[in-house]
């Protein structure tokens, strides 16, 4: 199932003994687009501290109640390695999380359930190869890249392959020949974590469009002025299977999408 990702934020995030707080954010890695970390507003509770949860401490989804069930206890959390707002999240700092709650950084489960776009269920289909990795500043805070300039990085640097998805929403996205609209919202694959599709509001070139664009047309990404290129032309995406947000993106429609583009699972 295809999960999009801005009707999971502001859910609850229920441990088995009380509200941790609600979703605010989620951290992927650029260089695999898969979600490492669900980001927690915890509030009054802790004040001036994030929350980070890893996915596979979801146990359930309730979209009715707009409610994720976590198989942690509030007190396992308050106690938990501190990360704090004004430091990037480090590689060291994601180690000592997953140390402490004994969760698996491999762990390649599925997350979330099922979630909607536009009041459509959707079913997705595998995913495939990635464009190189990409390089940026740290999510929270300013940490050096070390790693992309000298070939390595210091532990207390921010992980240059942390990205936030509130961050690169709104993004402007350029085909080969010209701008083509902007990030409007991702489909993550349930299943996976992997992020299946950007939704790309074309309004600006192709009034009343949406379309769906993979990672596998990601060529680079410009993190200084907010831009995402593609390696495909804008008469490719004009052409692409017709998308209606509200209808269900069917086994069907994927592979239809992904044949007119040569994306390969």
């Not at 509770?45 to 206890?73: E, F, Q």
């Not at 919202?185 to 299946?196: A, K, P």
């Amino acid at each position: 199932m295809l999960n999009v990702v801005s009707s999971l934020k502001g859910f609850d995030i229920q441990a088995k003994d009380g509200s941790l707080g609600t979703v605010s954010d989620f951290l992927f890695d650029d260089s695999s687009w898969k979600v490492r970390w669900i980001v927690v507003d915890t509030g009054r509770w802790l004040t001036g501290r994030k929350v980070l949860i890893h996915p596979s401490a979801v146990v359930s989804a309730d979209y009715v109640a707009r409610k994720l069930s976590v198989a942690l206890s509030m007190a396992q959390v308050k106690d938990s390695p501190d990360i704090r707002q004004d430091r990037p999240v480090s590689r060291q700092m994601q180690n000592n999380l997953y140390s402490y709650y004994g969760w698996d950084p491999l762990w390649g489960g599925g997350v979330f359930g099922a979630g909607t776009y536009g009041g459509a269920m959707y079913g997705g289909v595998g995913r495939g190869a990635i464009a190189s990795a990409l390089s940026a500043p740290a999510y929270f805070g300013a940490g050096a890249v070390r790693e992309a300039e000298h070939g390595e990085m210091n532990s207390e640097d921010g992980d240059p392959h942390l990205r936030s998805i509130s961050e690169v929403t709104g993004y402007h996205v350029h085909a080969t020949d010209g701008n083509i609209g902007h990030v409007e919202d991702f489909l993550v694959e349930s299943d996976n974590r992997g992020v299946r599709y950007l939704i790309v509001d074309t309004s600006n070139w192709w009034v009343g469009q949406h379309v769906l664009i993979a990672p596998h047309a990601v060529k680079e990404v410009d993190w200084s002025v907010r831009r995402i290129d593609l390696n495909v032309a804008r008469d490719k995406v004009r052409s692409s299977p017709s998308w209606n947000p509200a209808n269900t993106i069917t086994g069907e429609f994927d592979r239809q999408l992904q044949s007119h583009y040569d994306w390969q699972d």
